[in-house]
C-alpha cells in the first residue's frame, strides 16, 4: 500500500520553461513534506520542505505547493536548467518520530 | 566538513551469505537511518540508530539488522541473503530524530545477489 505517489515516471521539459512535479499522498497523519533530488551515483540532495501549516514555501527557482484537502503536494521549477535534470523524490513524515516515506520518484529531463 | 560516506560502493554476493554495509554520518550527526532502494522504487526505510540504540524498524525481517558506534559511523548486516535482497542501500545521518532534522544521504552501495 503506497502512501505516497508519484504517477508521472518521466518529464521532459525544454530548459527555460516551468516543470511541475506531482505527488498525492494517502495517510491524513502526514503533516511534513519534502522534495529530494537524486544524481546517479549520488545520494538523495534535500531540496524544499513543507509544513501542512503552510500551503506554499518558496526557494529560488523552486516553490513547493501543498493542497491538504486533496492530499496533492507539487514542485514548480521555474525556469528549468539542464542541470535540474535528475531523479525527484517526494516524501512525508507526520509529527511522531517516523521514518521519511518516500514515492517512487519522476525523472526530470530538461533539454536545452 | 566530510559529507555521509559509505563503503564498499558495489558489493556481488551469493545466496545464502552474510553482507555487511559501513557509513560514516556527518560530523557531528548522532542519528543514522538506513534505506533500501530497489530498481523503480523510492528508498524504503529499514531503521534508525540514535546514540547507539535502534529507534524505529521498517517492515524488514530481522535478518536485517545494525549497529551504531561511539562515533556514530553504522553497519547494516544482512543475513541469509535472497535475490530480492538486490538493491541500493543509502545511508542517512542527521543532527537528530526529530521533524526539522534534515537528513544527508551518502551516495549507497549497490548489492548484487547472485
Known amino acids: 500500500d503506497q502512501q505516497v505517489k508519484q504517477n508521472s515516471p518521466s518529464l521532459s521539459v525544454q530548459e527555460g520553461r516551468i516543470s511541475i512535479l506531482n505527488c498525492d499522498y494517502t495517510?491524513?497523519?502526514?503533516?511534513?513534506f519534502l522534495w529530494y533530488k537524486k544524481y546517479p551515483a549520488e545520494g538523495p540532495t534535500f531540496l524544499i520542505s513543507?509544513?501542512?501549516?503552510?500551503d506554499k514555501n518558496e526557494d529560488g527557482r523552486f516553490t513547493v505547493f501543498l493542497n491538504k484537502s486533496a492530499k496533492h503536494l507539487s514542485l514548480h521549477i521555474v525556469p528549468s536548467q539542464p542541470g535540474d535534470s535528475a531523479v525527484y523524490f517526494c516524501?512525508?513524515?507526520?509529527?511522531?518520530?517516523?521514518?521519511?516515506?518516500f514515492g517512487k520518484g519522476t525523472r526530470l529531463s530538461v533539454i536545452a | 566538513e566530510t559529507g555521509v560516506t559509505q563503503s564498499p560502493t558495489h558489493l556481488i554476493k551469493t545466496r545464502g551469505q552474510q553482507v555487511t554495509l559501513r557509513c560514516s554520518s556527518q560530523?557531528?550527526?548522532?542519528?543514522v537511518s538506513w534505506y533500501q532502494q530497489a530498481l523503480g522504487q523510492g528508498p524504503q526505510f529499514i531503521f534508525q540508530?540514535?546514540?547507539?540504540?535502534?529507534?524505529g524498524r521498517g517492515n524488514f525481517p530481522p535478518r536485517f539488522s545494525g549497529l551504531q558506534f561511539p562515533n556514530y559511523s553504522s553497519e547494516l548486516n544482512v543475513n541469509a541473503l535472497e535475490l530480492d535482497d538486490s538493491a541500493l542501500y543509502l545511508c542517512?545521518?542527521?543532527?537528530?530524530?526529530?521533524?526539522?532534522?534534515?537528513?544527508?544521504f551518502g551516495p549507497g552501495t549497490r548489492l548484487t545477489v547472485l
Open positions: 513543507i509544513s501542512s501549516i503552510k
Open positions: 516524501a512525508a513524515r507526520d509529527s511522531g518520530n517516523t521514518p521519511l516515506v
Open positions: 540508530y540514535y546514540r547507539e540504540e535502534e529507534n
Open positions: 495517510n491524513s497523519m502526514f503533516d511534513y
Open positions: 560530523s557531528g550527526h548522532n542519528t
Open positions: 542517512a545521518s542527521s543532527l537528530g530524530v526529530g521533524q526539522g532534522n534534515e537528513q544527508f
